[in-house]
């Protein structure tokens, strides 16, 4: 268990909508990171936040967003969905900013768009 | 941009063999190199780091090379076990920067 919880696991819906995904970093992290993960795939970065704002961006679309709260916990919007945002979305939590600091993932949020 | 990039893309062994994956980087600024392992269903967990100024770390039967001046590092499994089986992940990152890079995935099968 790396500590970090993402809700919900599973997330089905329809072309069109729109979810939010919901991140819990490890306790003491400041930094958090969305990665999308396709079929057979390798992890695609999407963005990251720490402490709040956000420090460095991927590969995200217009339709996604994100965000950091307060209390360290980062939501990842996802609108308009197509069929080929279906993935596997992952979360990760650092201690600092530095892409040198180990990366702690969550269990994922499995989306399937019909 | 930077680059990492990994091979082979599948590696299939038998029980008891030796796996050996590696990764190439293109910014000679990095300076931090894990690997991740993930398992079906599972995020990637971290298995082992090495960071620049050592060129060798073993952890049991894992253990991770780098060669700076290559550019290059590798990932060494001795003895696999079925429970090896498994999407291996390089990456990686530069003091001061933001973004971890991954390469692709080896996808290890370990037959028994």
């Known amino acids: 268990d790396s500590g970090v919880t993402q809700t919900p696991k599973h997330l089905i819906t329809a072309t069109g909508q729109r979810v939010t995904l919901r991140c819990s970093p490890r306790s003491g992290d400041l930094s958090v990171y969305w990665y999308q993960q396709s079929l057979d795939q390798g992890l695609q970065f999407l963005i990251q936040?720490?402490?709040?704002?956000?420090?460095a961006k991927g590969n995200i679309l217009e339709r996604f967003s994100a965000q950091q709260f307060p209390d360290l916990h980062s939501e990842l919007n996802l609108s308009s969905l197509e069929l080929g945002d279906s993935a596997l979305y992952f979360c990760a939590s650092s201690a600092s900013s530095s892409s040198t600091d180990t990366q702690y993932f969550g269990p994922g949020t499995r989306l399937t768009v019909l | 941009g930077e680059n990492v990039e990994q091979h082979p893309s599948t590696l299939s062994v038998q029980e008891g063999d030796s796996a050996v994956i590696k990764c190439t980087y293109s910014?000679?600024?990095?300076?931090?190199f894990p690997w991740y392992k993930q398992e079906l269903g599972k995020g990637p967990q971290l298995i082992i780091d090495?960071?620049?100024?050592?060129g060798e770390k073993k952890d049991q039967r894992i253990a991770v090379t780098l060669n700076k001046t290559a550019k290059h590092f590798s990932l060494h499994i001795t003895e696999t076990q079925p429970e090896d089986s498994a999407v291996y992940f390089c990456?990686?990152?530069?003091?001061?920067?933001?973004?971890?890079?991954f390469g692709a995935g080896t996808r290890l099968f370990v037959k028994a």
């Open positions: 910014d000679s600024a990095s300076n931090y």
């Open positions: 090495i960071r620049s100024n050592v």
């Open positions: 936040y720490y402490n709040g704002e956000e420090r």
């Open positions: 990456a990686a990152g530069i003091t001061g920067g933001f973004k971890t890079i």
